[in-house]
């Protein structure tokens, strides 16, 4: 957030530039000064920085600009459960419960200290955590699934508009990692990339605390490593998409172990290729798949096994198709 507050828009051409730009701010009062938020906060996720969390923003959003909203109201049947979710959600502490639970439970399954039976139990928990989480910021964002028409096919074709962006976000598609390993021998690479993503969000919680911030403590040790976080920003959005990737190459190696499973290798490999599409990390998926080509297909597969390429082109040909 504090990126966002301190940008230059004024200083940017393609914000200034863009088309409709002096139409989307007129009017007065707090109503055309949420819109325009709103417009600035669209506008810095997709060309400055795309790993900004709109949950934060909405947050800040409830405080500076109460009962403002720009988006279509929704019906009477899922208004009064979004705003229970988001009004629960607003302050942030059950969403900071929970990304503090995924880095505390991982720490134990880590580091085993209390016996393996133990560790395991957290690398479970640590699951549940994330699939809590993930549920929990999508209801606040998207609300629950529409359930509106008076026939089965007006009733489907609402559900299918509310679902494809839900399918492009990091958090379903963090919910449909954890579900999707749960029940499968331990996968430690694939706490990685949540344990990554909930640590970023327990330090902007607590570097939005006055009563963290203003602390000498924080200031002497939380501010800098804050600090650190925000610098390093795209290196752990990139150490993310290769966890990932690295995460399904250790799935396909246990296809020949006794812990295969071919159902979790094509689940995971659709996962792999909605990252691929998602404007939230696609830059990313597509730098280490760039990355995996040139150090081991090219240099050393190709090299010595040719007849790979035939079924390497028909998988990229499924994977790079929307």
């Known amino acids: ?15 200034t530039g863009r088309a409709g730009g002096d139409a989307s701010s ?56 979004t705003t229970s979710v988001r009004g629960l959600l607003a302050s942030g502490n059950l969403l900071f419960a929970g990304h503090l639970a995924i880095v505390v439970l991982s720490l134990c399954y880590v580091v ?31 609300g629950g699934p529409p359930i509106r028409g008076d026939g089965w096919t007006e009733k489907l074709d609402t559900l299918k508009r509310w679902f494809v962006p839900v399918q492009m976000s990091t958090d379903f598609h963090y919910l449909f990692m954890a579900m999707s390993v749960m029940s499968h021998p331990p996968l430690t690479i694939c706490l990685a990339p949540c344990v990554c993503l909930a640590v970023y969000h327990v330090a902007v919680f607590l570097q939005q605390s006055p009563r963290v911030s203003g602390s000498a403590a924080w200031r002497k040790l939380g501010a800098p490593a804050f600090n650190s976080l925000r610098t390093n920003q795209k290196a752990a959005l990139i150490f993310n ?18 812990m295969r499973s071919v159902m979790l290798c094509f689940m995971f490999f659709n996962l792999l290729k909605m990252r691929y599409h998602s404007p939230d990390s696609q830059a990313y998926h597509r730098f280490v798949w760039q990355q995996v080509d040139a ?28």
């Not at 507050?5 to 051409?13: H, L, R, V």
């Not at 690398?123 to 998207?142: C, D, E, F, N």
């Open 295 to 322: 150090k081991f297909v090219q240099p050393y597969l190709l090299r010595f096994v040719p007849q790979a390429q035939k079924p390497i082109s028909l998988i990229q040909a499924y994977f790079l198709k929307p």
């Open 1 to 15: 957030m504090e990126g966002f507050k301190c940008y230059d828009f004024e200083g940017d051409s393609r914000w």
């Open 112 to 142: 085993p200290l209390m016996g393996f039976a133990f560790s395991i139990k957290c690398y479970r928990l640590a699951l549940q955590a994330v699939i809590g989480t993930s549920l929990a910021k999508l209801g606040a964002k998207h």
């Open 26 to 81: 007129s009017g007065a009062g707090k109503d055309a000064e949420a819109k325009l938020m709103r417009e600035k906060a669209a506008f810095y996720k997709k060309h400055v920085s795309p790993g900004f969390d709109m949950h934060d923003f909405d947050a800040w959003m409830e405080k500076e600009y109460p009962g403002k909203k720009t988006a279509a109201k929704p019906s009477a049947s899922s208004a009064s459960a």
């Open 241 to 258: 998409a290769s966890c990932e990737v690295i995460a399904f190459f250790q799935i396909l190696a246990r296809l020949f172990t006794r």
